[in-house]
Antibody, heavy 113, light 107 residues
Framework: EVQLQQSGAELGKPGTSVKLSCKVSGYNIRNTYMHWVNQRPGKGLEWIGRIDPANGNTIYAEKFKSKATLTADTSSNTAYMQLSQLKSDDTAIYFC??????WGQGVMVTVSS | NIVMTQSPKSMSISVGDRVTMNCKASQNVYNNIAWYQQKPGQSPKLLIYYASNRYNGVPDRFTGSGYGTDFTLTINSVQAEDAAFYYCQRIYNSPYTFGAGTKLELK
């Protein structure tokens, strides 16, 4: 069974960074892209970017190019997303996904001073 | 960038009704569309991929159709558990843009 287990909720201050993790079991992440999607409170889904864990190649949505950094560790079968220069409108639930049937449970990031 | 426009924004339907919701792409996306169901507090669940392929375990009352720029998700004989948000998404190519969603409520 494929499972994506995301790290716990984060509270970050404006201007700081957070790093989210997504540990995959039941599937070798070398064989897929890992995507990240967010959902602001009461809003729809927004694609952030994806990484090819086999070679580290990344593609980002335009608005996230200077916000998100995607990495992956194939030895631990884990994908990561760092969000930098946090602002209040980064407050959202962040999902990782293996396209497109497998999703993590989501992690809430709250930005507040 | 491709824009995915969903309509209607919301609908209120009775159990047993047939529902049709739409997704329009701002440019040709061929059949590279997926549909998801999302309930509050849950991750999205894949219903349909490549426009018309029902994912494993999805009830056959869910049907996807369309090609190019216009796509439709139909739910035949809506059940109470179908109350949710529904999103379309461009897949296969970046950017993997989502539509804004359609909220399905049951009367």
């Amino acid at each position: 069974e494929v499972q994506l287990q995301q790290s716990g909720a984060e509270l970050g201050k404006p201007g700081t960074s957070v790093k989210l993790s997504c540990k995959v079991s039941g599937y070798n992440i070398r064989n897929t892209y890992m995507h990240w999607v967010n959902q602001r409170p009461g809003k729809g889904l927004e694609w952030i970017g994806r990484i090819d864990p086999a070679n580290g190649n990344t593609i980002y949505a335009e608005k996230f190019k200077s916000k998100a950094t995607l990495t992956a560790d194939t030895s631990s079968n884990t994908a990561y997303m760092q969000l930098s220069q946090l602002k209040s409108d980064d407050t959202a639930i962040y999902f990782c996904a293996i396209p497109w049937a497998y999703w993590g449970q989501g992690v809430m990031v709250t930005v507040s001073s | 960038n491709i824009v995915m426009t969903q309509s209607p924004k919301s609908m209120s339907i009775s159990v047993g009704d047939r529902v049709t919701m739409n997704c329009k792409a701002s440019q040709n996306v061929y059949n590279n569309i997926a549909w998801y169901q999302q309930k509050p507090g849950q991750s999205p669940k894949l219903l349909i991929y490549y426009a018309s392929n029902r994912y494993n375990g999805v009830p056959d009352r869910f049907t996807g159709s369309g090609y190019g720029t216009d796509f439709t998700l139909t739910i035949n004989s809506v059940q109470a558990e179908d109350a949710a948000f529904y999103y379309c998404q461009r897949i296969y190519n970046s950017p993997y843009t989502f539509g804004a969603g359609t909220k399905l409520e049951l009367k």
